[in-house]
């Protein structure tokens, strides 16, 4: 008896969940076109098999394209196959393109397909288009389940727009919608942790969720666990590491991962190293009778790397780095592990070592050569004051290489005053990323540096014009008795505000007298007498910070610090004699990586390179 097309279809799903494309296509081989014509589930199916079996999108396409010539009305799941299709090979725009034809073709998108092609807008940054979705969503009073919700946040928070997916949020939760369940927290909090400036947001979500009575997840944690790292809040964050023991949330690779780089990225190196021994005892332990158990993959190892480097332990970063790769170990790196063992030579000066990785790391590991790695090249290069060379690599390089390592060489610029080789630069930027406001305000600076400030008011009217005056202001964090404490510039927000001021200005006072010479130069303001630079200066956040911490603590405490933007030379020089003055050891982390001052010799483990 031969087969109908509904057994059809179910075997070539189950040669879509088994990958098995060759048995796959041998069954399309023997179909007739009137066979996929005449039963859309059969048409879907063979895309699928194609798009998700490793056939490839042109397979796909050309399946689909067979049913639109039999003129033969094609429904919402060949649709949903096409446009999951193209989304999956981020093809974002053509995927857009194609549900644009669906609509005119008089289908009806579902809340899946709908979810769908929100993620597309947000991998484009489609803010209008996703405005639009949301549009077509409430007139055709489509219900918003949580897969449309979580959708919804999701494309707004991509797009920048953490407001609109803030409202989403907030509809469903005054509403007691029965939909806002776990992955529409996790999303929603999840946009607060990648959102600069909503850390204490994310956190705070995540307590108000426990309080409505919804248990968290592993993706919650993984959502969550960052949030404490952006802003050293390492009580919370062991509190995390402790709730997740206790409701018995099995460790694995990824929550691994997520807890050392969250101890790392608050200042808890050791606890970082302890818990990734932990982890691989309990591997060794386990194997070889339950390998299935094993918790250390290459996330956790490629996590403890990145910490190591980001302390400028860079030696150790490579030590670990080459035991992985042993016979002994075992385990083949991926792209983000060689970023992280690159960011380690970074930060360490190593430019031959960065160098030889990226030139063997086809060889060794059969990984080419990508965007990121080409750019952690250029930030060695730039923060080893190697300009020249870096230019010339990016010019060398210029079909593997996008805006982010023209913005690294901006930024090397800034740092080495380099004014006629950030111009070429930024102009360079101009082309590649037009909108982008970050290269813009380097720039700015760069000429506000060098004294060159009409041309620093025509980079930032240029902005104001193209409606590009986007700035991100600079935050200073610091955990005392276990709660956040956050500072801005010139901050009097804080309830301890004048006594911190009054303490700080002391404290300038002895450092001048110890021979601490404010750079002024750092103030980038051209109305300003050296006196008003600095008190400006002085009032910077990590300052704040630092003072609070100081008034707050008792003596030999050690005082961390996290801050969202890179330091500026003069908090970095006065940081070394705020250190030796009072005897205490201060760890600063910007957004590069952390600097520790030792109380004793007055200096800084980044040894001024940074």
């Known amino acids: ?110 809340q899946m397909l709908l979810s769908t092609v929100l993620s597309a807008c947000g991998d484009i940054g489609d803010f209008a288009r996703a405005q639009q979705l949301h549009s077509l969503i409430n007139e055709n009073r489509v219900p918003i389940n949580s897969f449309l919700a979580t959708g919804l946040i999701a494309a707004y928070s991509k797009c920048g727009a953490l407001d609109h997916a803030m ?28 959102y600069p400036g909503g850390s204490e947001t994310a956190l705070s979500l995540f307590d108000n969720m426990l309080t409505s009575g919804v248990p968290p997840n592993r993706v919650t944690f993984l959502a969550v666990l960052p949030a404490c790292g952006n802003i050293s809040a390492r009580t919370c964050g062991k509190e995390l590491h402790a709730l997740l023991d206790r409701i018995g949330i099995r460790l694995d690779d990824f929550l691994a991962a997520a807890l050392i780089d969250m101890y790392g990225r608050t200042g808890g190196l050791d606890d970082a190293i302890t818990l990734f021994h932990n982890i691989r005892q309990h591997d060794l332990n386990n194997t070889p009778n ?47 592990t060689l970023c992280a063992v690159l960011n380690a030579c970074s930060h360490g000066g190593i430019v031959d070592t960065a160098f030889d990785i990226v030139d063997t790391m086809e060889s060794r590991f059969g990984i080419q050569p990508g965007v990121l790695h080409h750019s952690c090249i250029i930030d060695a290069l730039g923060r080893a004051g190697l300009l020249a060379e870096a230019e010339a690599y990016l010019l060398g390089n210029q079909s593997e290489i996008n805006h982010f390592a023209w913005t690294a060489l901006l930024g090397a610029c800034r740092i080495h005053g380099d004014v006629q080789r950030a111009e070429r630069v930024e102009k360079e930027l101009r082309r590649l990323a037009p909108t982008n406001a970050e290269p813009r305000v380097l720039m700015s600076n760069i000429y506000a540096g060098a004294g060159l400030w009409a041309d620093k008011d025509r980079v930032r009217q240029q902005m104001k014009e193209e409606g590009l005056e986007k700035r991100i202001p600079g935050m200073s964090y610091i955990e005392v008795d276990g709660k956040v404490n956050e500072f801005m510039v010139a901050d009097k927000r804080h309830p301890q505000s004048d006594r911190i001021h009054a303490y700080l200005a002391e404290l300038w006072a002895k450092m001048k007298e110890a021979g601490f010479v404010p750079k002024t130069s750092a103030v980038l303001h051209n109305n300003m007498t050296e006196e008003e630079k600095e008190c400006h200066l002085c009032h910077h956040s990590e300052k704040l910070a630092l003072a609070f911490g100081l008034l707050n603590t008792p003596e030999g405490t050690l005082l961390i610090i996290s801050k969202n933007l890179r330091v500026c030379p ?35 483990s980044c040894k001024d390179y940074w």
Request: proline share 4%; aromatic share 6%; charged share 20%.
């Open 167 to 194: 409202g989403v949020f907030n509809d469903m939760y005054s509403s007691g919608s029965p939909e806002l369940g776990i992955s529409v927290w996790n999303a929603i909090i999840g946009a607060h942790t990648k």
């Open 290 to 336: 339950n390998p299935h158990n094993n918790v250390c993959g290459i996330s956790s190892w490629t996590a403890m790397i990145g910490v190591y480097g980001d302390h400028r332990h860079t030696k150790e970063a490579l030590a670990l780095f080459e035991e992985m790769v042993s016979p002994s170990v075992g385990l083949k790196p991926d792209a983000v």
């Open 570 to 604: 003069d908090c970095h020089e006065a940081t070394k004699f705020i250190a030796k003055l009072t005897g205490r050891r201060i760890s600063v982390r910007d957004a590069s990586s952390w600097h520790h001052y030792d109380p004793t010799t007055g200096t800084c």
């Open 1 to 110: 008896m031969a087969p109908d097309h509904i057994t059809i279809s179910a075997v070539l799903n189950a040669c879509v969940e088994i990958g098995d494309l060759a048995r796959g296509k041998q069954i399309h081989a023997q179909l007739t076109p009137n066979d996929i014509h005449s039963n859309e589930f059969l048409g879907t199916a063979l895309i699928n098999l194609y798009s998700k079996s490793g056939g490839g999108l042109d397979q796909a396409v050309a399946v689909f394209d067979d049913l639109r010539r039999a003129s033969i009305g094609i429904g919402i799941s060949v649709w949903g196959a096409i446009i999951k299709a193209h989304t999956k090979e981020s093809q974002s725009e053509k995927a857009l393109s194609l549900f644009d034809d669906m609509l005119a073709a008089g289908v009806k998108p579902d």
